[in-house]
């Protein structure tokens, strides 16, 4: 019998294990192949719903196959982000052709929630997760600032106790956190190590998030699998620490698109491409123009960009991840920047793609995915262009296939559904004349828009801090002023007290403030900063602006502009806050108006 034929026979073998209640195959003919690790001209992939049937098809088509002309385009894995939070947005992934998240903290019943539905198949809509869970942190670490309460750990004898919870409530590995600063508490060395090693002991992969160069080198001696983040930084030895990461056979995920977030750097926007603007509304658009630092500082991202470039010279696994979730990055989209960030630290295109499939699916154990090869599962991603010479070229999405399903359908939807969205987008709101939103009373702290005024503070967070308002004597030109008494308790990095403006008719809805420049307000007090802050929405972290309030009255005039990261044309809160030191606070607001273009 010929060669042809004994594969056609084969092909029809797995089709029907693949059982009779799947849908009719699929055959991409003539299509460039990259396979999660080279790249082969001219293929044919024949493929069911779930499986690949074979990755170099050579018999004719299937009678019900639907045949996909793949002639000057690509096909690929789908896309594995080996960093995420998956908290929200779990219908984005896929349409950007990320088809597996690599989750390192989650609500735990969100995570199985969606091991669930891929334990029941058919999920298709959203991208598959192996999720770490609850990460590994101590009292006020890092992690514990989200509002989520979470268990922590304080020291190395409660490590196999910590790690076996993990392990029964779902954890696929563990992730530590030993980064301090910014309020955070680091998580001590010898607890890292005795984490690492309860991890091991239960055949788990143990992963860590470091700050800085010093505590890489720590826990990749302590016997860590791999990096998480790599560092924002001006200089590093390199080639030491990869060498270092070699010897311990470890893999480190460089998450550039938060670095980016960091410097307040951006490669390149994404939302300059119309097909992948048009995909994401305006709650989905925030956090990716949104940055974490306020100044543009590049130099930030030397460091990892020559710790990249030495990692893969030195033959140490680099996988792509996001950190989506985070200010600057979103989930799918984020990916397609950070492919372009590796190949500007120096790997090849080829490499990049292999970071973002074959790479992480073996770092982390995923079992058949990541490649095209027969028995695969069919997460398969098709696009115009040769990506392995135009990293760019994944941006030109034809297709994307979740278990052997298209998501054509996911993709028109989404469109239609931004499109509405944008449409139903009114025109900024129309203010009073004289932009005033402070009508303080003692019957009420009313507003001329909005739901008015009211106490804020960290409670939602687990914070124990506390206010009270009270309107005071009128000042000589009429206005009311609000008297703001502030208890700042210990216990959060970021603990806050003080009152919120909320523009909207219902909590944290969104109101089209575009057509202000700025805020201005009157303040005095006893002499401490405080802080005018704004939330817009989608995004996590306020934008915030301090102010001093002395013994006298003083005007305060805030542009929008100095709110980094805050859409005006989304604004959901303002907020006037003390904090966040430990400590009683006083101070007095008054005549807050919103000054308009």
């Known amino acids: ?72 385009r690509t ?44 334990a029941q198949g058919g999920n298709h809509r959203h991208a598959d997760l192996f999720s770490a869970g609850t990460l590994v942190t101590g009292p006020n670490g890092h992690g514990t600032q989200f509002g989520i309460p979470i268990p922590t750990i304080t020291g190395p004898e409660q490590a196999q106790a910590f790690v076996d919870a993990r392990i029964a409530e779902g954890s696929d590995f563990i992730k530590i956190v030993v980064e301090g600063g910014h309020g955070f508490k680091p998580l001590d060395l010898p607890t890292a190590r005795a984490v690492i090693a309860a991890a091991h002991k239960r055949g788990k992969l143990a992963v860590v998030h470091i700050g800085n160069e010093l505590d890489a080198r720590a826990v990749l001696e302590a016997g860590a699998d791999g990096l998480v983040h790599l560092f924002p930084g001006e200089s590093a030895d390199a080639e030491g620490l990869a060498r270092l990461a070699a010897s311990r056979g470890a893999f480190v995920i460089p998450t550039f698109a938060v670095l980016e977030s960091m ?83 120096g790997l090849t295109p080829a490499q990049a793609l292999a970071a973002a499939t074959s790479a992480p699916a073996r770092a982390f154990r995923l079992g058949q995915r990541g490649r095209i090869a027969k028995g695969y599962k069919a997460d398969l991603l098709l696009v115009e262009g040769n990506p392995a010479a135009d990293i760019r070229a994944t941006r030109q999405i034809v297709e994307v296939w979740k278990d052997g399903e298209s998501a054509k359908s996911l993709l028109d939807a989404q469109r239609r559904k931004v499109a509405q969205a944008v449409q139903a987008e009114g025109k900024p709101l129309a203010l009073p004349a004289d932009g005033r939103i402070s009508q303080f009373s003692e019957q009420r702290l009313a507003s001329p828009f909005g739901m008015g005024w009211g106490p804020s503070t960290d409670s939602f967070a687990g914070g124990k801090s506390t206010v009270k308002l009270a309107v005071q004597p009128a000042l000589p030109d009429g206005q009311v002023p609000l008297a703001i008494e502030a208890k700042v308790e210990p216990g959060l990095p970021f603990a806050w007290a003080g009152v919120a403006f909320m523009p909207g008719t219902q909590p944290m809805q969104s109101v089209n403030l575009s057509g202000v420049q700025a805020v201005r307000f009157k303040a005095r007090g006893d002499g401490k900063t405080y802080q005018m802050i704004a939330m817009s929405q989608g995004v996590q ?57």
Request: no cysteine; glycine share 10%; proline share 7%.
């Open 263 to 345: 410097a307040a750097y951006r490669g390149d926007d994404l939302l300059a491409n119309p097909a992948f603007a048009g995909l994401l509304d305006k709650d989905a658009q925030a956090p990716l123009k949104a940055r974490y630092g306020t100044k543009v500082r590049p130099a930030l991202l030397v460091a990892p960009k020559l710790v990249t470039a030495a990692l893969v010279k030195a033959g140490v696994p680099v996988l792509a991840g996001t950190d989506a979730g985070n200010p600057g990055t979103q989930y799918g989209i984020s990916m397609h920047r950070e492919l372009a960030a590796l190949v500007e630290a």
């Open 75 to 118: 096909l690929l894995p789908g896309l594995i982000d080996a960093h995420t939070h998956a908290f929200r947005h779990a219908e984005l992934p896929v349409l950007f052709g990320v088809t597996t998240q690599v989750d390192m903290f989650t609500e735990v019943g969100m995570m199985k929630k969606a091991k669930g539905e891929m």
């Open 541 to 597: 972290i306020p934008g915030a602006k301090a102010f001093t309030a002395g013994p006298e009255w003083l005007d305060v005039t805030i542009p929008f502009s100095d709110l980094k990261g805050i859409d005006p044309a989304a604004i959901t809160m303002l907020g006037f806050n003390a904090g966040p030191q430990p400590g009683d606070y006083r101070f007095e607001i008054a005549d807050v108006r919103l000054l308009q273009r």
């Open 1 to 72: 019998m010929k060669p042809t034929a004994l594969k056609a026979l084969s092909a029809a073998a797995i089709l029907m294990l693949a059982g009779a209640t799947t849908a009719a195959p699929t055959l991409v003919q003539d299509v460039r192949v990259f396979d999660g690790e080279r790249v082969h001209e001219r293929r044919s992939v024949l493929f069911d719903k779930g499986v690949i049937v074979d990755a170099d098809y050579r018999g004719p088509a299937p009678g019900d196959a639907r045949v996909v002309n793949g002639a000057g």
